[in-house]
């Protein structure tokens, strides 16, 4: 959600001082990671789903994160509407984890593990899928600098291509990710699957800077192939409110406890 990803995840930037003219896209990934040193984070959000015929479904939602960015446990329950009330994905974003989401769905009252080949099924009907959910980890990816001075949304961008290091990191092939010259946040994404379709495009807005952090608080994820989009807007947003590791488990997961 901070989605890059997402959500997912939301990736977000400080460059350091001194770059040059053209920065090692390393470098400027790092600083995608560094640049929220809070220790938790709290959202309140709201996801609009639009089909292809324009009919629009809404839904709320809470995330929690413990940790920093890219080293983290996070955890997205729902609260609205009824439907959906209660469930929740728990995502342990950590290098060398392959074991890393887990889904409590009230109607069947278990948790369950969600293996590497479902990380690419939408979450709950939304254009985000389970993977997108989750914050990436710096250490899956290489990066490779493509250009700089492309303008998206009024602002010249460094493009930035992101590869997992082996198949098994991530669904996706590559994205190609358009990160802000003069603000600190990705304006613009696109996930490219195996057969290097674009599957997934995402674009963020409303970026503003909270308690020292900055964060887009709208992130558009649309499905180009399906004709679907889901806009995800922050409500709320706390940081460093003293979140407990015990919130973050299989256990707590299955308690069905809403924030």
Do not use: C
Not at 3 to 31: K, S, W, Y
Not at 58 to 82: A, E, H, I, M, Y
Not at 203 to 219: D, H, N, P, Q, T
């Amino acid at each position: 959600m901070r989605l890059i990803g997402p959500i997912l995840a939301l990736v977000v930037l400080a460059l350091p001082a001194g770059f040059t003219a053209a920065p090692d896209a390393r470098v400027i990934m790092e600083g995608v990671y560094k640049q929220d040193s809070s220790r938790d984070a709290t959202w309140r959000a709201t996801l609009e789903t639009i089909d292809k015929k324009g009919t629009v479904r809404r839904k709320k939602f809470t995330f929690q994160r413990l940790g920093s960015f890219g080293n983290s446990k996070t955890l997205v329950r729902f609260t609205d509407p009824v439907e959906v009330r209660g469930v929740g994905l728990l995502s342990l974003n950590q290098q060398g984890s392959n074991e890393r989401q887990w889904m409590y769905t009230p109607a069947i009252q278990r948790v369950r593990r969600i293996a590497p080949q479902e990380r690419g099924r939408r979450f709950i009907g939304t254009d985000f899928s389970n993977e997108d959910m989750a914050e990436r980890v710096l250490e899956d990816f290489q990066y490779r600098l493509l250009g700089e001075g492309e303008v998206v949304d009024g602002r010249r961008t460094y493009k930035i291509e992101v590869k997992p290091i082996s198949p098994d990191r991530s669904q996706y092939d590559h994205l190609y990710v358009w990160v802000a010259q003069d603000v600190p946040v990705v304006l613009l994404a696109e996930y490219y699957d195996q057969n290097q379709q674009r599957v997934r495009l995402m674009s963020a807005g409303m970026v503003e800077k909270i308690a020292g952090i900055w964060l887009a608080r709208r992130v558009e994820m649309s499905s180009p192939i399906e004709g679907t989009r889901t806009i995800l807007v922050i409500d709320e947003v706390r940081f460093n409110s003293g979140l407990k590791e015990d919130v973050f488990t299989q256990q707590s997961l299955e308690k069905n406890e809403t924030p």
